[in-house]
């Protein structure tokens, strides 16, 4: 059974940085597309950046030049890198993966506000 864990979440100025870290229970960070989804309370939850096995990075318009994704294979890790945070960017993040069927985190909470 893959778990996923993240942690990094907190509250944050604007203007502020902060780095996401998803620790996967097993090692298949380099062998899946895996991605990173928020939630903003009453709002749908979406994808906000995704790193192909190829290390190919995609991300969201609103978060396009401030957040980079990245990928630590031998340690079984994907990380987001947030800067320039706006009060827009504040939701709970979750680290996805799907291997048949989808694989959430349990979520970290970011919150930006001064």
């Known amino acids: 059974q893959v778990q996923l864990v993240e942690s990094g979440g907190a509250l944050v100025q604007p203007g502020g940085s902060l780095r996401l870290s998803c620790a996967a229970s097993e090692n298949i960070v380099s062998f899946y597309a895996m991605g990173w989804y928020r939630q903003a309370p009453g709002k749908q939850r979406e994808l906000v950046a995704s790193i192909t096995i190829n290390g190919r990075a995609n991300y969201a318009d609103s978060v396009k030049g401030r957040f980079t994704i990245s990928r630590d294979n031998a340690n079984n890790r994907l990380y987001l890198q947030m800067n320039s945070l706006q009060p827009d960017d504040t939701a709970v993040y979750y680290c996805?993966?799907?291997?048949?069927?989808?694989?959430w985190g349990q979520g970290t909470q970011v919150t930006v506000s001064s």
């Open positions: 996805h993966l799907k291997i048949v069927r989808d694989y």
